[in-house]
Structure formats: C-alpha cells, structure tokens
C-alpha cells in the first residue's frame, strides 16, 4: 500500500492537474490536508478569517486565471460560511474546486456538535458532490472535480473529505481527466442568425459570460458595422475586457423600466453566451421577461459552446469588415476638482487608471456612471458581482491579484457590501497583494431606498427607512482597515480622492481610500 | 377581501404569537415586510450588517427569553450567510423563526440571479419549512412557525416569503396555535433510574440543555447528596445558572482524552436531556464513543421531557434531603497583577462580574481555566458555543442583550471566532446595548495548534503553522471596534486589563477590551 496518505495524494493530483492555490479556512477536521501542504510545495496555501472571503477569491482568481483554484472549508458551517460567494460563482460558470473537510467516516453515526448533511448544502451550488470514502479514491475524486470544474462553461465542483480519509496511508496520485472543452457552433445556427441580422429588422447582440474578451468584442464590433444591430452587455458579467483599442459595450441596465427602453423596438435578440433578459426583481405590476413582444429570441452560443469563434465566424458570415471600426479611442478625462461624488470619482479613475488594471466593482448605486468616465482609459479588465449576493467585490478583487501578481487591482466597493466579507483586507495585508480599494461610503443601502419606492411600499414611517440606513453609529472604514493591517485614508473632496487614490496606486501592497460621497436624502 | 397585505399580516401575527424581535438583514423581495414594520408597532426591528449576526442574535435572545425571535433574511445567499449560526441553534434546540424573502412567485420560472433552492439548504437547520404561496396565508403560516419554533424541545422554523405574497393584499391575522410543551417523565422510569443510583454502583448524572438552570441544579444537587452520583455538565450548554447559591457543576471535558478520565469507572450514565457522550472530533487510533465498556445509559429526560420535573422527582425517589447541600459559597479572587493571561483575565472576571451578569463565552483555548474563577461569583448565566461553529459569541451577546436590557452582557471571545461575525460590533452600537465584550487576542487559532499534533498530523513545515497564525500583519481590535462604533481600549498586563474591564463594565453601552495575552509558544 501506498505510504502517502489521502491528503498528500489529493493535493499533489490537484497540482498535477493544474489546481495550484487553495484558500484556506480550516479547522481541526482539515489538520491532515493542512500537515500535507508542506508536502506538495508547489500547491500554494492563502488563510482566509472567513469562508466568504476564500470562496469569492477563488472566483476572482479563476476569473483571471482562466483556471480554478481550491477552497479549503470546515464542515458544514464552513460550507455555510462560503455559500453566497459560491452562489454568485454558480451564476456566473466561474470553475472552482471546493475540499469540504468532513468528521472520520466511523464518526458520522455519532450525530456530534459539528455534524451536518454537507452534501445537500454543497448540490445548491455545485453542479458536481462527491464524498471520497477511502483514501485510495483521493486523487482520482480530486482529478474529476477539477475536470468537472473546468469543464464548459465552468462550474462549482465539491468534494467532501472525511478526516480518515485524510489521515490513512494508501494515497494514489490520479493523473489529470480531460475536461469538456467548448463546443464548435454549427454552420446552419450561424448562417440562420446571419440571414436574419441581415434582414433590417431591428436586432440585437446581447453578450455575455466568454463572449466580452477583447476578440469577441472584436468580431461583434464587426457585426454591427456590417449589419446595424444593436450591441449589449448582460447587466453584471464576470468579466469585461475593455478600454482604448476595445470594441467598447453598454450594459443592460439594472433597472427594469430602463431595461425596457434599451429593448424597446427590437424584433430580434441574438444571445451569446448570454440568458435571455429577465428583471432582477419582481415589481408589482410590471413584467419579469424583458423580450419585447413580437421580438424573437434566438442562441447564437450557449454556455457551452466557443461564443467567440461563433462570432467571428458570424461576422464573416455577414461579411463584415476584416477590422472592427469602432475600437474606443484613448481617453482620460481630466482630475476633478470640488464635490466628492461617485461621478468624480469616476473621473479620477478615467484619469488615473494604469494600463492593465483589473478593476473589482459591487459600487452598487455607486457604480452606475463608473463606466463612461473609464470607457478610453488604458485596457483593463472589469469584474461584476455576478450572482446579486453582495460582498462579492473585496474577495474577487484578492483573488484576481493572487492570479496576476503584475497587475494593478482597483476595488471598487459600496459600504453595505463591504461589510460582508470585510476581512478579505486581512489576506491582501498579510500575502502582500497589490490592490487599491476605495469604498464609497454613503451610509445607506442606497439601493434599498430606491428600491423601496420601486416596489411600491407606502411608508412613511421611521422604522423602515432604519433599516435601509447605515449611520448610526457612522462606519469609520479607515478605522477598520488599520484593524486589519491595510493602510488607509480618507478623502472628502475630489482633490483630497484624487490625491490619495494616486498615491494608493503608487505604491505596492494593499490599500484602502474612504470616499465620503453624498447619502440619497 | 382584507385590505391589508402579506406582510403586515403575518408581522401581526408574529407579535399576537408573543414574537416581536426581528433580527435583520434585508433586501428588495424584502421591501413590503419592511415597510410594514411601521404599521405594526410592537414589532421591533434590528439591523445587522451581516445575517450571521441576525441568526446569532436570535439565538441569543431565545436563550434568555426563552421565547423565539425572528430573523428576517434576504433568499438563499442571506441564509447561506446565516446559516453557521442556524447550525449551532439546531444543535442546541434553541427557538428561532426565520423569514426568509424569495423571488415573486411568478418570478421564479426566470432562474433570475439571486434564484436558488431556499428551501432545500433551510431543511439542513430547520425542523419546519414552508413556502407561503398567497397573502391569506402568511398569517396562520407564521402561526405555525411559532408553535413549532416553540414546541419542546425548540427548533429552527423557516418560513420563506415570495416577494408578492407580501405585497398583495388579503393578509388574514392568525391566533396563535399551542406549542407541544415538554411531557412529564413517567414514574415507572424515575423509580428504575433511583433504585441503579441506591444500588452502590458508581453513576454519573450528566446534565445538558434545560436541567442546567439553577432549579434542575438544586435536584441534582440532592440527588449526589443522597446517592454518592458524579454530575458533569455537557461540554457546551446554551445556558448555565451559575455562581454563589446555585449547585455547581462541572463540565465534560473538550479533549476527549480528558473526558474518557472524567468518566472512567462509570457503571451508570443517566442520561438529562443530554446526548451520551462523544468525542467532538475523531483522532486516529482513539474510540469516538467515550462511554466506558460496561457503562449502561439511561435517559432520564430526553429533549421533548420535562428534565426539571424529571430531577425533582428523582430526588424525592431516592429520598434526598429537601435542601441541596452543595451551593456554591459566594468568593471572589483577589485582583490579579503582573502578566496578563487567560488565567488572570479568568481571576478579573471573577472579582468583578456584576450580579445578574450574562456572560457569551466563546474563548476557545482561552476559556479553559475562565470557570473555576467566576463559580463564587454572584449569580449570572453563562452561555457558550453550541453547535461547533465559531462566530457566535458577539451575536449571541447581542441577542442576550436585547433580551434582558436591564442586565450585563459580558462577551468573552476568541480572536479567530470574532473576525467571522465582528460586524455584532454595529448592531451594539446602534443599539446602545450593554455589552462588555474581551477579545483574547493570542494572534492564533490556538486550538488548532493543539489540534494539529492532537490529530497526529506530521509536519515540520511552515506551511502547516502559517495557516493556523493570525499574526502577519497582526490584528488590532481595537482600531476594528472603534471603526464599527464601539469604543475600545487595549490591555497588555493583568493591572491595565482589570482597571479597562472595570471602566467598561461601569459605563452602560458597549465597550471592548482587547487582552493581549501569550500565544502558544
């Protein structure tokens, strides 16, 4: 028998299977996986204080890796801990691995404290649960779930991992499992939108998931010089690449009666590696499906399928142009002077943002104008909070400067959302990462109060506006960002942000700017 | 039909049922049970920056109520964020409504983002869950839920709202429906149970859950009097009636290496509404059954039992004397000086607790010795970690808080434990509660550290010890505290700690003291 126990052969499959950082919120069930990351040097351990923060890093860090990574988790609680960060990954087909740590098989019938039904947790998330029962069975569970992870269009596979099967000798490295690759679009589905992009009815591209890279961009640039459809984004994407020298894109917006306008007219809406587009909520009296009536829904690419060869392979269909002809133009507004608003800190970081940047953004009401001020900055990368669960950006922002220690982090991140998963700070201190976040810090779930009177609540009373506040005690974030090993300062004009958020980006490692922006009222 | 809506009728309901504390983190399908917190004055709401420290605080203010609160919570990412504290609320059979808001129902078919299974992850923590799917019924629903929340021995009710069931009118207050009380314990098993404790065999009363408040401790007080029985407590109780004048009891030990002493010898286990022992976790080589070969068990009291009643009858059984012998005699330790460590924060503690205190204590390795100290001081109600899964200390001093607003709450907590729901911090502020919360800041997950070697896990690496560290960059609670509106200070010997703590304990509100003491090695 093999003298590797469970553990050792789990994580050494994981490397060998391209898994090569695993974050971490361990506990006593996991000492044995834990013991075994010294013995596999090249799988990197990242601690987080919060399950929240290690599942939504993972999600940052496949993001830009374009590969997953592991969490580590304690039980069902853990679990628990990570499940709305997972929640957003599963929105979004963000590959991630999850090693849930488990009791000893034999302990399990002992119902003690920490017991809990982890796999009926795990399936709301993962499209792939399995519990490895032996410790010969490690390594090959390990190489199928990072296969199901990274198969298309990418998802969350959980594998649960009871202690024994840790700690026993008989370990047995897998070698890798090819993972389903993205499916080649038929020539008829390609030609039929062709014809039908070409036949002057109002049509739409709606993009969304693989499709925003810089290519696909590209080649649905084409497509509308060629054919006049309109071009959207899905409201919140995992990823966006964009900037000078990028086919740029609107989003849909977030608001459904705004959402209704962009679509209004339309008689055809191509999809791209996108869902059709439905309301965020419900609202009392108006419509969850956004399809215009008389408008025809047709894929050109599913979730599982190459959207950017399916677009590119439309634009030679619609004979496009071999270049697209409207790459956004290299721009930088100019640093604003006066209020602070989230318009002016839009501005500054049209002006200052560098080449390459990845920017994480939950800006909430915040970020509703962010984009314009940014759309000729130098290329970078833009992430969404993907999955409507909040406290998303923070650890996307940690996890994607894991992945691209070279590159500039900006976290943009509304005050409410921020306190979800504020301990992500404590990871960017203590493994050196290069991120500037600034919060916007208004002190209300803004969102909430206008959602408030979209749903069509009457109330004049104090007692629900209380609970849409954030004041009360005032959040002091540069207080807390000490407490957590970030430096920090606070900017209540636009030349005191612009000031601080040049002198952030500057320097290397993690830091935080609190923007005093206006409240709603 | 009724003019008033969803909402406000099952909120009318909750209050009629003796429900008028919701613990809250809302959203948007959460608006119309906002807006209707005004139209029902009785109904308090609380906000909590995070649904951990909702879930927590309910759990809290249900030990001390002894009634349930609600939790208002935002579809399955909200209760994923609550669910660790859900966890440790089952595991305890702690009391607890929850509210969980979903999509429209309409709206559903949509798989919008924030769609997911609510109520397959609520049956993990919940004896009861129900979907209400018309306004008419969300009154007698929320009846339900509080009858089974309150039924013995208590439960975790889920009551998941779709977003038009609150807005719609024709809400129909409920009465409220009986909750199954505990059932008496028959005469025939007292008898049996008194004739094995007079039978001269070494027995062992081991208490748990309800029969550890001050009246069942008095019958077991007698019972050891007339029989020569051992009596040791469950190793994490939801509440004990402690200090001078109340019977004291020890508690099973954490390690089960130390437990299986504890119990060595034992020919008879009786069973008060506690489970027989187990080990917390499993360790190679080491049984998880810590009941000695040739033990019997024997329950007393189940969960569902009267376990009070049981005692008192078991006393007469076995001819006790009328008043229990054993009282603890009221005693104070000295102020301590010099270094300062768990033992001399232990000594504090026991000089200064103020009658009537309540005392959250999740310290973790810091709380081994905190016992022996505080057992002379004047009465209070010490309450731990219940289900395993850290982070419940704050938000259960918080909950205790809301309860009982006339008395002390003194938190004790662990540093590891606190950065999992630190945002209780806020809602203390905001509240203006009265809470002494002691961080133990060792700069560890000290526990783990034993654990590590405890679980035979061979390392030498560094890898293994960093991911147990929580020093780099070192976390400075106080800054943390203050950020979140509750003042703090630091204490680094025994003089400045006992000085801080006697500050803090005299001036109403919350206040934290950051103790910083040795870490392991």
Redesign the interface.
Known sequence: MSKMNGAQALIRTLVNCGVDTCF?N????E??F??A???VPEMR?I?A??E?VATGAADGYARMADRPAATLLH????L??G??NL??AR?AHIPIVNIVGD??T??AQ?????Q??IA??A???SSWVETVERPEDTGSAAAAAVATAASAPGQVATLILP??VC?LEGGVVAAPESANIRSTVDGEVIEGIAKCLLSGEQSLLFLGGTALRARGLAAAGRIVAATGAALLAET?PARVERGAGIQPISKLAYFAEAAVDQLEGMRNLVLVDA?SP?????Y?GKA??LVPSGCEVQTLAGGGDDAIAALEALAEAVDAPAECPTLAVAFRPERPTGPLTADTIGQTLGALLPANAIVSEEAATSGFGLGHHTAGAPPHDWLSL????I?QGMPVATGAAVACPDRKVVCLQAD?GA??T??AL?TQ??EGLDITTVIFNNRSYA??NI??SR??????????K?????S??????????????VPATRATTAEEFTEQFERALATPGPALVEAMIPGLD
Chains 1, 2 share one sequence.
Do not use: C
């Open positions: 971490a361990p506990g006593t069930s000492m044995h834990v013991a990351l010294d013995d351990g601690l204080l919060f929240g039980l069902g609680p853990g628990g801990n499940l709305a929640h957003n929105k009791h000893a034999y302990h002992y119902d003690a404290l920490l809990s039904d009926t947790v399936r709301n998330v202690a024994d700690w919140f869902k439905v309301s965020f909520f419900a009392p969850s499906d993907t999955g409507g669960a406290g409410g306190m979800y504020i301990q404590w201190a203590r969102i909430l959602e408030l749903v069509g609540a009457k109330t004049s009373g104090t007692k629900a209380e609970m849409l506040d954030l009360r005690p005032d959040m002091d974030f540069v207080a807390i960002a000490k407490g957590l090993g």
